[in-house]
């Protein structure tokens, strides 16, 4: 690939090697290349916001590009649809309940067995391959291992460990380890998007390189508010029961944020099924067909009610990231090591923090905060785990 060719790869921010072994895999695809380049089902690992999710849009973007002269041009109509997530020969997965289950995955098998309508290649996309229920895995895993002759399998998850992707699936695929990309590449990839070059810079300091919360940071003034209300956490730990209450708005807000977002979907999935099951229909047999719709309703009613605990779960999570940070900063400063620091716009807290506690101390408080996260994502009620977290803080820190 030459590095001043224009094309989807070249857009991707971080490692120079992934680009060059996804385009040498498209390119023996395309040419129909009997190297060792290209093959049917692919693992992409890496951390979360390090851009695995991107990088296999561009790779079956690659894929499915017409033009004849640029692999994965990134300006054709198959390109574009294919970054969009509209193309119709990709199929893409993205959860947005606790799993992906049984029946959705083979809804996909059926999908992938398919031949390619417009394109060379029919390409399946599983973002969050870690969430894959045990049964669909196995499900999935004949799949996996004889795809049809003309479709690519792409996985996405966090690190080949039994707990993200099962062993089996694990070594049917091609692995590709996709790394954090640096902050400067992350504010670059964001001016690029038109962002001003100061709110990028710090947008990707605060994330830590995560390319998706970057950009929202950068583009939502609500998510800059939450993280400067999440990090200020830290100094109502001294005053009393006020870093409590402060929890409590925290996990109110995310809810009804989490209700406002999701309202528009359920009230059309809602509206969709029961257009396909008649409700409100008027005749003889409307009242027969309608027998039996209750269990219907409350399966969607569920699978909507997953998705906003998913919701809440993650925006908690992110938000324990970012305090996380803050502590990780005043660290730094304690050790005057020249790291730079996560939130640099904090810089006086993380100081503060620094002055008040021992490294133990802000170990301690590390500690606290990872215990909170594992809480929550082992189904402790959110309000519970963040008061357990704030009164080990409050302990670490000697904040009686």
Sequence with gaps: MNDTQNNVFTRLAGSPYVR?????????????????????AWLFTGPPGSGRSVAARAFAAALVCENPDVIGCGECVDCRTALAGTHGDIIHVATEELSISVKLIRE????????????????????DADRLSDGAANAFLKTVEEPPAQTVIIMCAPSTDPQDISITLRSRCRHVYIPTPPISEVARLLESEGIPSAHASLAAAASAGHIGRARHLARFEEAQKRRASVLNLAALIYRGDLAFRETNVLVKTIEEEGKNTLAGLEQKELETLQNALGIGA??????????????????????????????????????????????RD????????????????FQKLSQELAEKNSPSDLVACLDAINQCRKAIGQNVRPIVALDAMVGRIRLACRAS
Excluded: C
């Design 20 to 40: 060059r072994v996804l385009f040498d895999a498209a390119q023996a695809a395309r040419t129909g290349s009997p190297a060792a380049a290209m093959t049917h």
């Design 108 to 127: 996909v098998i059926a999908e992938a067995a398919k031949l390619p309508t417009t394109a060379p290649w029919r390409v399946v996309i599983i973002e």
């Design 282 to 327: 008027k005749g003889k047999g409307a009242a027969k067909a309608l027998r039996g719709t209750k269990k219907i309703l409350d399966e969607l009613e569920e699978k909507q009610k997953k998705r906003r605990t998913r919701f809440l779960r993650d925006a908690i999570d992110l938000a324990l990231v970012d305090l996380a940070g803050l502590y």
């Design 330 to 345: 005043a660290l730094i400063n304690q050790a005057n090591s020249g790291v730079d620091v996560i939130h640099p716009d």
